[in-house]
T-cell receptor, first 113, second 108 residues
Framework: NAGVTQTPKFRILKIGQSMTLQCTQDMNHNYMYWYRQDPGMGLKLIYYSVGAGITDKGEVPNGYNVSRSTTEDFPLRLELAAPSQTSVYFC????????????FGPGTRLTVL | DAKTTQPNSMESNEEEPVHLPCNHSTISGTDYIHWYRQLPSQGPEYVIHGLTSNVNNRMASLAIAEDRKSSTLILHRATLRDAAVYYCIRGAGGKLIFGQGTELSVKP
């Protein structure tokens, strides 16, 4: 099992550009999450999903969109990139929400200039 | 504040036990207490979690106060590979609410 995979590993965007961060898990987990981590800080939840077709906002959803059409994939979309979105983005999945282990991907380092 | 409170940093000697404290005085009765750790340039890694009773696994032990307002993560014998940022996290309705964590350094 590959676990949780994320692409790309690094990306530099110009202000106003758009991009999609990809996240895939092969553990058949229902729950998937997107977090961002600013330098020296803990992670903050952006969006999460409890299953295909169901998504909900986390602590910091503004400027992002998500979709969940399959169990395996949970892409994160940035429509109009801003410097404040410079961060490291982590995707995670778990079999049971809140009560079981979350498995994290390796992260995507995004810089917006 | 819904987040937990931890010391910013702690030091330990290799092969000695480490006790990492965490305060969560506003935790609700149904919120689990989770501990994750993060090595440099990696995603967080699960360590342990619990609700009311003390918990043990191959990595660590979790001691939860009777009033649930605080907990302690115990690494029984610290190794150099245990140097990381340790997050004490309140699990609320399926969501993990991260604080800033404790940076643990381990001296040989």
């Amino acid at each position: 099992n590959a676990g949780v995979t994320q692409t790309p590993k690094f990306r530099i965007l110009k202000i106003g550009q758009s991009m999609t961060l990809q996240c895939t898990q092969d553990m058949n987990h229902n729950y998937m999450y997107w977090y961002r981590q600013d330098p020296g800080m803990g992670l903050k939840l952006i969006y999460y999903s409890v299953g295909a077709g169901i998504t909900d906002k986390g602590e910091v959803p503004n400027g992002y969109n998500v979709s969940r059409s399959t169990t395996e994939d949970f892409p994160l979309r940035l429509e109009l990139a801003a410097p404040s979105q410079t961060s490291v983005y982590f995707c995670a999945s778990s079999g049971l929400a809140g009560y079981n282990e979350q498995f994290f991907g390796p992260g995507t380092r995004l810089t917006v200039l | 504040d819904a987040k937990t409170t931890q010391p910013n940093s702690m030091e330990s000697n290799e092969e000695e036990p480490v006790h990492l404290p965490c305060n969560h005085s506003t935790i609700s009765g149904t919120d689990y207490i989770h501990w994750y750790r993060q090595l440099p340039s990696q995603g967080p890694e699960y360590v342990i979690h619990g609700l009311t009773s003390n918990v043990n696994n191959r990595m660590a032990s979790l001691a939860i106060a009777e009033d649930r307002k605080s907990s302690t993560l115990i690494l029984h014998r610290a190794t150099l590979r245990d140097a990381a940022v340790y997050y004490c996290i309140r699990g609320a309705g399926g969501k993990l609410i991260f604080g800033q964590g404790t940076e643990l350094s381990v001296k040989p």
